[in-house]
């Protein structure tokens, strides 16, 4: 799954609508200090789903959206979207028929977010299976941050497992098992309300 185009618009620092296109080979976002290098990152893991404000240096989700500076008023929306080339067709089969998938994120003040793939709406969940699926998405170990060498190091057995199988593009598959555990739960519940209203019937 390649990246192709990232598109951030009201988000952080990013209050203009800019579009930084990835090419092929090696990328390099170079700046002074706080001129918005990690906020770039920081847009990328939340269009593919990331959903802890923590991780996104904030202290709740609207604080992605651009605040205000001294010459312009804050924003209330903030949208990224991500441009991903498709032709080996790694996206799960409802979103597999286009060869270039176009994922949005997009928040409004006090109103959450919403997500589309190719204009039409979808759960943070299918965004976030899309790129799991791919062994990326938010909390992707390709996306090493400032501090998380030392963090992994120190971190507990469990923890380094999580980071194994994010990279062996199992960790959607963890997910997509508890999904069909509550459906299982929830059709076990079914068919036992089925057999008391059968029961009373008889
Ligand atoms: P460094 O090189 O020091 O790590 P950096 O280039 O990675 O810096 P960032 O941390 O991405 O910089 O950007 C920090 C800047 O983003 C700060 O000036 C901060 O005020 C601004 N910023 C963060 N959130 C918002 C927001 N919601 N609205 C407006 N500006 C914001």
Redesign the pocket.
Known sequence: MKFTRLRVHGF??F?EGTDFLIEPGLTGVV??????????V?ALRWVMGESSYKNM??SGMD???????GKRP?RNTAEVTLVVDNQDRMAPAAFNDADILEVTRRIERESGSVYKINGKDVRARDVQLLFADASTGARSPAMVG?GRIGELISAKPQARRAVLEEAAGISGLYSRRNEAELRLRAAEQNLERLEDVLSELE
Do not use: M, T, Y
């Not at 700046?31 to 770039?40: I, Q």
């Not at 604080?63 to 500076?69: C, L, M, P, R, T």
């Open positions: 952080k620092s209050v700046g002074p200090n706080g001129c918005g290098k990690s906020n770039l920081e240096r904030a604080d992605v959206i651009f605040a205000g500076s804050a400032q």
